[in-house]
T-cell receptor
């Protein structure tokens, strides 16, 4: 499974756009990139998944360059409730559904 | 609402006393997972079921066992809990992937285990 590297923590003010970049240099051809969000004392929650280029949903955007060795989760206009840990994961169903969560990025949003 | 339910939310056990954590789902997903998450750490996959096929992660201690009697229920048995097993235990489900696509995992709220 491809290993991922993310910043340990990030700070932002309310209303700003936050971009969290994840490195996955040894991503395999079949691997998808998935991001989860976790609040304290809760289970992780799926945010977005992509394979290449750009994916957007009602919560976030995911930018993946052509070489796919990194990806960037973009959260538009964050609010205090976006304070959470964000995990980047890389994998595919052919690997047996194993999901290895990296260390994650702890995002703190302040007024 | 369809969901993943974990009981109990908080469990206290004594060192060495067997404990069972339960998970149920109303999503009718065929893949179920158990994760261990220690304080300030990322979730660590212990094992997963693809239907009734059990898949153990290589570094999951033998002290941890699991049962899946039917699609809806999955149990985590810790045969002889040690102090180091105190953690949040998360159950998750997903549909099988479509080709290489890994389907979204739906997590339960977790069971926080304390070992005295």
């Amino acid at each position: 499974l491809a290993k991922t590297t993310q910043p340990i923590s990030m700070d932002s003010y309310e209303g700003q756009e936050v971009n969290i970049t994840c490195s996955h240099n040894n991503i395999a051809t079949n691997d998808y990139i998935t991001w989860y969000q976790q609040f304290p004392s809760q289970g992780p929650r799926f945010i977005i998944q992509g394979y290449k280029t750009k994916v957007t949903n009602e919560v976030a955007s995911l930018f993946i360059p052509a070489d796919r060795k990194s990806s960037t989760l973009s959260l538009p206009r964050v609010s205090l409730s976006d304070t959470a840990v964000y995990y980047c994961l890389v994998g595919d169903s052919n690997s047996g559904y194993a999901l290895n969560f990296g260390k994650g990025t702890s995002l703190l949003v302040t007024p | 609402d369809a969901m993943v339910i974990q009981n109990p939310r908080y469990q206290v056990t004594q060192f060495g006393k067997p404990v069972t954590l339960s998970c149920s789902q109303t999503l009718n997903h065929n893949v179920m997972y158990w994760y261990q998450q220690k304080s300030s750490q990322a979730p660590k996959l212990l094992f997963h079921y693809y239907d009734k096929d059990f898949n153990n992660e290589a570094d999951t201690p033998d002290n941890f066992q699991s049962r899946r009697p039917n699609t809806s229920f999955c149990f985590l048995d810790i045969r002889s809990p040690g102090l180091g097993d105190a953690a949040m235990y998360l159950c998750a489900t997903s549909r099988e992937g479509s080709g290489s696509f890994l389907n979204e995992q739906f997590f339960g709220p977790g069971t926080r285990l304390t070992v005295l």
